[in-house]
């Protein structure tokens, strides 16, 4: 199993490419996705689906055209389709892009499977309301989206972000992990299960 980071967007978010030996799947691409493709076909790697942690502009605005030259769905929460009808998700305020739409298909909390490798979905709200983290145990790896970052947790202040909700999301879905788990956030460095009870101090009580 490999995992390949791109910073994509105006707001530089990390997106994942997880892939085996002929098969992937992208989480969040968050920007123009050309990087992505061709990292793709120099691997000789088929995408079996488009993953989104959330449905906030800066973690999707590459969903619609890497779908088209991928043909894979593209998996979110349905808990989130508000957010497409608000700036959130589709930009267009502040200077950035107005996104077109795209296809999405609604994805449930539990165990499935992706490109041949088991994931836990997770539902973990906070810092918006269908936040989800997907967790690969044999790559040791949890997706976290904005849910976690190095030292600091997403921002609760944008609709659907609740400080009290996203602190229990950690808590009971990602502390619970292996403390060597590695957390991939959508902005920033990654880090660990462990690192973060012992130097989150958004989580002092660990």
Not at 4 to 27: D, W
Not at 135 to 154: H, K, M, Q, T
Request: charged letters at 20%; hydrophobic letters at 35%; one cysteine or more.
């Amino acid at each position: 199993m490999t995992i390949k980071t791109f910073n994509l967007g105006p707001l530089q978010t990390n997106c994942y490419v997880l892939s085996g030996e002929k098969e992937a799947v992208v989480i969040d691409p968050g920007g123009n996705p050309a990087e992505v493709v061709e990292y793709l076909k120099a691997n000789n790697l088929t995408v079996t689906h488009i993953l989104n942690t959330h449905l906030h502009f800066d973690h999707t605005a590459g969903n619609r055209e890497l779908s088209e030259i991928t043909g894979a769905p593209i998996l979110c929460s349905e808990k989130d389709a508000d957010l497409l009808d608000t700036w959130l998700g589709r930009g267009g305020e502040n200077g950035l892009p107005l996104l077109d739409s795209y296809e999405w298909q609604n994805i449930e909390p539990g165990k499935t499977q992706f490109a041949g490798f088991d994931c836990t979905i997770f539902h973990t709200p906070g810092h918006s309301t269908g936040s989800l983290t997907f967790y690969f145990p044999e790559a040791g790896a949890a997706f976290v989206g904005d849910l976690i970052f190095y030292r600091s947790i997403g921002r609760t202040d944008f609709p659907g972000g609740d400080l009290d909700v996203l602190k229990r999301s950690v808590t009971e879905h990602i502390f619970t992990l292996p403390p060597a788990t590695k957390l991939l956030s959508g902005h920033g460095p990654e880090t660990t299960v462990s690192d973060e009870q012992s130097h989150n101090s958004f989580f002092s009580e660990f």
